[in-house]
């Protein structure tokens, strides 16, 4: 049995047909079970068709799943309410308000991570509250045009507990703005289990971003369990967009196939349904799919998301603008802050050494010789 049999009999079990994927107790099953951290749903979906060797380990990496979402949960929910106290409405974005939307279980949904957007004009006082709330802003390159987030760390029993507060949408100067803050809220729906104040985008809106999201991984790298991938087909990611469309009335596709022409995210939606569509077969994916392929062109955001690195990276560039701008994008890019470069490469050689050893990095990452920087996958 080769990686590719193994994906298909997962992608069979998730559709519903457990005996297809527990019919050989193989090893290489498993790990990929870990791997897209599926433990939890295989165990509810499995039943008694799993063997029971597979089911004990199952069981034992579920478990520490479940730990892990409980007090995750809590956390999403103290920050959310403390950020609405504070007059900063918060807007729940890609794989924690999903889990508690579409799933049957959050632990079904894997994730290292919680996405917060908020307006652009209370990042700061954002930031002041989630310190307030005794989480601990981790060292980033940061800057005004380089990064539009800061990630949170709330320590329990060992576990990190990581929320990402995004004031745009992206970090790419082309995408940032694709979609604000205020368009994301007029249409926001609640998400109850993580509070009062908890909301997140509607599902045609949500769609679009799951299909960015995993369009970005083409070149963004992702870890999980510190195994580094670098694909945009991670089950979680296309389940993701199978449920999605399953929410959707036939009479959504015309909404989402305007509102991806206006964003420029024809081509990105539509490569996402399909390649969901290709491991879950169902007719709402190749109707939305089909809808979308009459509008098909040379939209802006899906060909940036095609380009390789280093094209985005120019893009980015002449997004900017300004010489102004401009000049702080390649200062933050190539000279980012003592902290930064200290936490990064953990040394206390002269500045300058250090500075040159990132250029380094970047002109092999560029080139294709080595993995991006660590992160988790959302």
């Given at each position: 049995m080769?990686?590719?049999?193994?994906?298909?009999?997962?992608c069979s079990?998730?559709?519903?047909?457990?005996?297809?994927a527990?019919?050989?107790p193989?090893s290489e099953?498993l790990?990929?079970?870990?791997?897209?951290?599926?433990?939890?749903?295989?165990l509810?979906?499995?039943?008694?068709e799993?063997?029971?060797?597979?089911a004990?380990f199952?069981k034992?990496?579920?478990?520490g799943?479940?730990m892990?979402?409980l007090?995750?949960?809590?956390?999403?929910a103290?920050?959310?309410?403390e950020l609405?106290?504070?007059?900063?409405p918060?807007?729940?974005?890609?794989?924690?308000?999903?889990?508690?939307?579409?799933?049957?279980?959050?632990?079904?949904r894997?994730?290292?991570d919680t996405?917060?957007l908020?307006?652009?004009?209370?990042?700061?006082r954002?930031r002041?509250?989630?310190?307030?709330c005794?989480?601990?802003?981790?060292?980033?390159v940061?800057?005004?045009v380089?990064?539009?987030?800061?990630t949170?760390?709330?320590?329990?029993?060992g576990?990190?507990?990581?929320l990402?507060?995004?004031?745009?949408?992206?970090?790419?100067?082309?995408?940032?703005?694709?979609f604000?803050?205020?368009e994301?809220?007029?249409?926001?729906?609640?998400?109850?289990?993580?509070g009062?104040?908890?909301?997140?985008?509607?599902?045609?809106?949500?769609l679009?971003?799951?299909?960015?999201h995993?369009a970005t991984h083409?070149?963004?790298?992702?870890?999980?369990?510190?195994v580094?991938?670098?694909?945009p087909?991670?089950?979680?990611?296309?389940?993701?967009?199978r449920?999605?469309c399953?929410?959707l009335?036939p009479?959504d596709?015309?909404r989402?196939?305007?509102?991806?022409?206006?964003?420029?995210?024809v081509?990105a939606?539509?490569?996402?349904i399909?390649?969901?569509?290709?491991?879950?077969?169902?007719?709402?994916l190749?109707?939305h799919a089909?809808?979308l392929?009459?509008?098909?062109?040379?939209d802006?955001?899906?060909?940036?998301?095609e380009?390789?690195?280093l094209?985005?990276?120019?893009?980015?560039?002449?997004?900017?603008g300004s010489?102004?701008r401009?000049?702080?994008?390649?200062?933050?890019?190539?000279?980012?802050?003592?902290?930064?470069?200290r936490?990064?490469?953990?040394?206390?050689?002269p500045?300058?050494?250090?500075?040159?050893?990132?250029?380094?990095?970047?002109?092999?990452?560029?080139?294709g010789?080595?993995?991006?920087?660590r992160?988790?996958?959302?």
């Amino acid at each position: 049995m080769n990686g590719l049999d193994a994906k298909q009999l997962l992608c069979s079990a998730l559709a519903g047909d457990s005996r297809t994927a527990f019919a050989i107790p193989s090893s290489e099953i498993l790990s990929l079970i870990l791997e897209e951290g599926l433990e939890c749903a295989f165990l509810d979906i499995g039943g008694a068709e799993i063997p029971p060797g597979a089911a004990r380990f199952l069981k034992q990496a579920a478990l520490g799943r479940t730990m892990w979402e409980l007090r995750h949960r809590e956390v999403v929910a103290t920050c959310v309410a403390e950020l609405s106290r504070a007059g900063i409405p918060a807007i729940l974005i890609k794989g924690t308000p999903l889990a508690y939307r579409l799933y049957p279980r959050p632990t079904h949904r894997p994730r290292a991570d919680t996405d917060i957007l908020v307006r652009p004009a209370d990042g700061s006082r954002a930031r002041h509250v989630l310190r307030s709330c005794g989480l601990r802003e981790l060292v980033a390159v940061g800057g005004e045009v380089i990064s539009y987030q800061t990630t949170f760390e709330a320590e329990s029993a060992g576990c990190g507990h990581q929320l990402d507060v995004h004031w745009q949408i992206n970090n790419s100067q082309l995408l940032a703005r694709l979609f604000t803050f205020a368009e994301l809220e007029r249409t926001c729906v609640a998400v109850p289990a993580l509070g009062s104040p908890a909301a997140t985008p509607d599902d045609v809106h949500a769609l679009l971003i799951a299909c960015m999201h995993r369009a970005t991984h083409k070149n963004v790298p992702y870890y999980v369990a510190g195994v580094h991938g670098h694909h945009p087909d991670r089950l979680a990611w296309l389940w993701d967009i199978r449920l999605l469309c399953d929410r959707l009335a036939p009479s959504d596709s015309d909404r989402l196939a305007d509102l991806a022409r206006a964003k420029g995210l024809v081509g990105a939606t539509c490569d996402g349904i399909r390649a969901a569509q290709a491991c879950f077969p169902a007719a709402n994916l190749a109707g939305h799919a089909q809808a979308l392929e009459r509008h098909r062109g040379k939209d802006a955001a899906s060909h940036y998301l095609e380009q390789p690195p280093l094209a985005q990276q120019w893009l980015d560039f002449r997004a900017l603008g300004s010489a102004r701008r401009q000049a702080l994008y390649l200062k933050e890019l190539f000279l980012p802050g003592e902290a930064y470069m200290r936490k990064r490469f953990g040394t206390k050689a002269p500045l300058a050494l250090l500075y040159l050893r990132r250029a380094f990095g970047g002109v092999t990452k560029a080139l294709g010789l080595r993995p991006g920087t660590r992160r988790p996958a959302p």
